[in-house]
């Protein structure tokens, strides 16, 4: 009576919040891949029974309408769904994962995910529903239910947690390595330009490496035309006595393997092709803020290392358009005490910069010398290399969310970055006083806060906006920009700072009869 129950129950659930393409629901017969492992999916979402002596596992689960298809294949097949114990959610796809609130809720069964998987998986399932998840997975962790071990193997890609299983299987005395596939299909998800995804090409190409090197004998997946179940399951029906298992496929898995590796590539070239910009691309479908690989080139002010951040108050209309977005003098929000100091500065102009100190932000790029910018991808860093004053780089962490709470007060502060498409936006805080922000003095104190955002818009142009947030120095926050131009063959020099030197060549003439020597 309670299977019966069971059954009605699922047939009154509304249909999930997520509408299935047409057909992915119709039945497929379910039966026996090897040992005991069975196929209980539809024609097209793939789902597979493990069962044992102390109850089954189900691996991959559906949309909730996909789930009367399930329960009917599994009884089909002599077994009961509620003796489900464990249910593999393999990855938060709507087709693998809207049902899992609803198979939890007729069979009990214990609920397992990878580990990176959880936050996205929360976010499927109909509305009001909590998405269960009892147990989390990381790569090589393993699940046992009676004499069957299944062993989690992280492919990320498809999904940032997507993972397969591994187990073995016997037939006729031989013993087989199987494994159940989670998807390397990437060819209908966002390859470049994926803000929640930065790292998904690379995560791909080294799920297609590992998947290649794995020992598989026999294999399903999430669909069943990524591994040939019609044909396979006909010559399965028509299996005589003696004959091998159609779904022992070797050759057919490496061929699977370097089939998708292909697919992903063309579509990653596509739309490296349709993103429109003429600006240089990684590998892994990134803007390139630096050179290509064995290209020398660096980054210059547009206007030469006599740039500003500022405009004069006495710029013509034809220089001030050049830059509409970019304040002159008077239109900056500076504190009483901070202008003052400013108008020092301009007129002794005694830089710090000049004098063998580093100088973090925009003043970074005012020199006639360049600057080069490197991505590290490995360590998740990018560095900011200068060569005039003090010879000095910058830091940018790309793998930290939050600043240190801690921060020592230093020149160039505490950086961190992210990509908002293809613009790379750098938060600086942490910042010490004893630089000034541009050539003509710019003051700022402790609390400043720099956001910086850099977009290459070609192969040859970056722009460079600023915005300032220094409640210390101004009265709001205030913000600015420049264009910086990229000139092949040059790279970086040995230059020799003398410490503590007048510069009186490079600054503003004879300095002699400067009223102070000493960095306002």
């Known amino acids: 009576m309670r299977k019966v129950l069971i059954l009605v129950a699922i047939v009154l659930v509304p249909v999930g919040a997520v509408a299935q393409p047409a057909g992915w629901n119709d039945p497929f017969p379910p039966h026996q891949v090897m040992d005991n492992l069975y196929y209980v999916g539809t024609s097209m979402l793939g789902s597979f029974l493990i069962t044992t002596d102390e109850g089954h596992i189900l691996v991959n689960g559906g949309y909730e309408t996909t789930v009367p298809v399930i329960q009917a294949g599994v009884e089909e097949l002599g077994f009961d769904f509620e003796d489900v114990e464990i249910f593999i959610s393999v990855h938060a796809h709507p087709d693998h994962a809207e049902a899992d609130a609803l198979i939890k809720e007729l069979t009990g069964a214990q609920v397992v995910t990878s580990r990176l998987e959880a936050p996205d998986l929360r976010t499927y399932g109909p509305e009001g529903t909590e998405h269960p998840i009892d147990r989390m997975l990381d790569d090589g962790d393993t699940i046992t239910l009676g004499d069957t071990t299944l062993t989690a193997i992280l492919m990320p890609g498809h999904t940032k947690g997507c993972t397969a299983f591994s187990l073995e299987l016997e037939e006729n005395g031989e013993t087989y390595s199987a494994l159940i596939e989670c998807s390397l299909n990437g060819q209908f998800v966002q390859l470049v330009g994926n803000d929640a995804y930065p790292n998904i090409v690379e995560d791909f190409r080294a799920t297609y490496d590992r998947s290649r090197a794995l020992p598989v004998d026999l294999w399903v997946s999430s669909h069943g035309v990524f591994y040939g179940l019609d044909e396979k399951y006909e010559r399965l029906a028509a299996r005589g006595p003696g004959d091998p298992n159609p779904f022992v496929d070797p050759e057919g898995y490496i061929a699977h393997v370097d089939e998708y590796r292909g697919t992903f590539e063309a579509s990653l070239e596509r739309q490296l092709s349709e993103a429109g910009t003429g600006a240089p691309r990684l590998p892994n479908g990134r803007i390139n803020l630096g050179g290509e690989s064995g290209e020398d080139g660096l980054w210059f002010p547009f206007n030469g290392g006599g740039e500003r951040v500022v405009n004069p108050n006495d710029i013509d209309e034809a220089a001030a358009a050049q830059f509409p977005d970019r304040p002159a003098v008077d239109q900056i929000p500076f504190q009483p005490w901070a202008r003052q100091i400013y108008d020092v500065r301009v007129a002794d102009r005694m830089e710090p910069h000049t004098r063998c100190k580093p100088s973090p932000g925009p003043r970074q790029f005012l020199t006639p010398y360049g600057v080069e910018i490197l991505e590290v991808p ?127 060549v490079l600054m503003s003439g004879d300095t002699r009869d400067a009223p102070s020597r000493i960095v306002p």
């Not at 709001?476 to 790279?491: K, R, Y």
């Open 378 to 504: 490995d360590q998740e860093r990018i560095f900011i290399f200068d060569v005039g004053g003090p010879h000095t780089y910058r830091i940018i962490y790309m793998d930290v969310q939050e600043h240190p709470a801690d921060l020592a007060p230093s020149y160039y502060g505490h950086s961190i970055g992210r990509w908002d498409g293809d613009t790379l936006v750098v938060d600086t805080v942490g910042f010490n006083e004893r630089f000034w922000m541009d050539r003509t003095g710019l003051p700022h104190t402790e609390e400043l806060r720099m956001v910086e955002r850099f977009t290459r818009t070609d192969a040859d142009t970056m722009t460079y906006e600023l915005i300032v947030d220094d409640p210390g120095a101004y009265t709001d926050v205030w913000t600015t920009s420049m264009l910086f131009a990229w000139t092949p063959e040059t790279s970086l020099f040995e230059y020799v700072c003398q410490d503590n030197n007048m510069a009186p």
